[in-house]
């Protein structure tokens, strides 16, 4: 049987054999065996309890309304999924640029 063909991956457009995750992408993303199925009704009362907490971005020297809950160590790294001191209100521009600089050093420490 011959090999499946490369495909090509929806954010970065680089190659990647088939079957495999692109490296663009951070261990922790996405639905698969490593951080569990997604969204459960454990984390949803939780995160609106976080949301509901606060009011301001938690990021240093941001002043803006935190919309979005983030987990402090990523729980592909370690961190507890379901802990309330692992959890930290940011705003969205603060959440994206913690999230490109986790998968930046992810990619790192890769190689």
Do not use: F
């Amino acid at each position: 049987m011959p090999a499946k063909p490369p495909r090509v991956c929806n954010r970065c457009r680089n190659t990647v054999p088939s079957g495999q995750r692109c490296l663009c992408l951070p261990a922790w993303s996405g639905r698969n065996g490593y951080t569990g199925s997604g969204s459960t009704r454990r984390w949803r009362t939780l995160r609106e309890a976080k949301l509901n907490d606060g009011d301001l971005c938690e990021s240093l020297g941001c002043v803006a309304l935190g919309t979005e809950v983030d987990h402090i160590i990523p729980v592909g790294a370690g961190g507890d999924r379901y802990d309330w001191d692992n959890l930290q209100l940011l705003c969205h521009s603060c959440h994206q640029a913690k999230t490109a600089a986790e998968a930046r050093a992810a990619r790192r420490t890769r190689g």
